[in-house]
């Protein structure tokens, strides 16, 4: 069996792994609406604690004339269960169509006397457009945050929960409508790094940047910290702090997407000694296809394994399916994390 295969984190049983809630602690009962590509999602999320989630479809449909939104929502009907309970919409704005079809259900939901909204939005694929360096070019990651915030008020803000937001500052572009709680899938490599015989014995950051957000949750390994040095015309990866000689290397980030930097740096950890080299993103974007890279006989296979979670479902489901002997992939499931952040 694959790597990803064994980790199921899609359509696998509901997970058993769960911190204790403290004493007294009464959690909040939601009813889970979801996008359509986290239907399987929020099944599993009820699966694991049906006391405290119920799910309602929705019907996501398009207008065969005009191809515009035509949506159904779930919990409606026949008894409208949605007026005043605690609702959790499970997101994913992986295309700007589907965007705005999910505006559409959030402003309705807003408006349909709930108690409270909650949002799980893990990836926000616009993040990387924080800021901008031309004059006219827009930045989307402030667009789509001020949209979010303009939602109707439920008597108080929406709650959006990211994940290893990719740039930290963009919690701040949400305001008055939405407000964001900020988590963390470190747990689950942390996990990972914790079973038996597992052969990481450094953490490596592509970066300064990413060495100072998660390095203090590395404490107990050797860690060692890569960056880009002008050299001519070239800007290539080096090392700037840390011993990697004889070691396998766990490179750590927030977000992969072609991985030339990852790759980058597992070079230079190679050619600085170590004895392989292994990566853990969050969020794994991959445009057109490029995971395929990473497999086997790829052009950028260089990591002995290359670890990602389920945030980013649609692409999670093109990873599962890569033939199992090709794969270097391990998918690790966000699930239980959301149920405790929750």
């Keep these: 069996m694959s790597k990803a295969e064994d980790a199921q984190p899609l359509g696998g049983p509901a997970p058993k792994r769960q911190r204790s809630p403290p004493q007294g602690f009464n959690p909040t009962k939601y ?3 979801s996008y359509k590509t986290l239907d399987t999602f929020a099944r599993r999320l009820e699966a694991a604690d049906p006391e405290r989630f119920s799910v309602y479809e929705t019907k996501w449909g398009k207008f065969d004339d005009s191809g515009m939104d035509n949506i ?6 026949p008894v409208n269960v949605v007026m005043r309970s605690h609702v959790l919409f499970l997101a994913d704005f992986n295309s700007n169509d589907a965007i705005l079809s999910q505006l559409h259900v959030l402003v309705m939901l807003c408006e349909s006397f709930i108690a409270t909204l909650t949002i799980y939005l893990p990836y926000l694929p616009t993040a990387t457009m924080e800021r901008i360096t031309v004059e006219g070019e827009v930045a989307t990651a402030n667009t789509v945050c001020r949209i979010l915030s303009g939602l109707p008020h439920t008597g108080g803000p929406s709650r959006i929960m990211f994940y290893d937001l990719h740039t930290l500052q963009n919690r701040f572009y949400l305001h008055t409508g939405a407000i964001a709680t900020m988590h963390t899938t470190i747990p689950l490599i942390k996990e990972v790094l914790a079973r038996k015989g597992s052969p990481i014995e450094a953490i490596a950051f592509p970066d300064e940047g990413a060495q100072k957000r998660f390095g203090s949750l590395f404490a107990e390994y050797d860690v060692v910290t890569c960056g880009k040095k002008r050299v001519g015309n070239e800007r290539n990866v080096v090392i700037q702090d840390g011993d990697c000689q004889g070691k ?16 980058e740096c597992a070079k230079a950890l190679m050619l600085h000694g170590a004895s392989a080299v292994s990566a853990y993103c969050a969020h794994a974007a991959f445009p057109h296809g490029a995971e395929y890279r990473f497999c086997k006989g790829g052009d950028r296979a260089v990591f002995s394994t290359f670890f990602v979670t389920n945030s980013n479902t649609t692409v999670v489901e093109r990873i599962l399916a890569l033939p199992k002997e090709e794969t270097l992939f391990e998918v690790l499931d966000i699930l239980p ?3 405790n952040d929750l």
Excluded: E
């Excluded at 159904?72 to 009907?77: A, I, K, L, P, T």
């Excluded at 766990?250 to 072609?258: E, F, S």
């Design 337 to 339: 994390l959301v149920i």
């Design 31 to 33: 009813v889970v609406l």
């Design 248 to 263: 396998h290397v766990l490179i750590i980030d927030d977000m992969v997407k072609t991985g030339g930097t990852l790759v």
């Design 72 to 77: 159904v929502m779930g919990g409606f009907s």
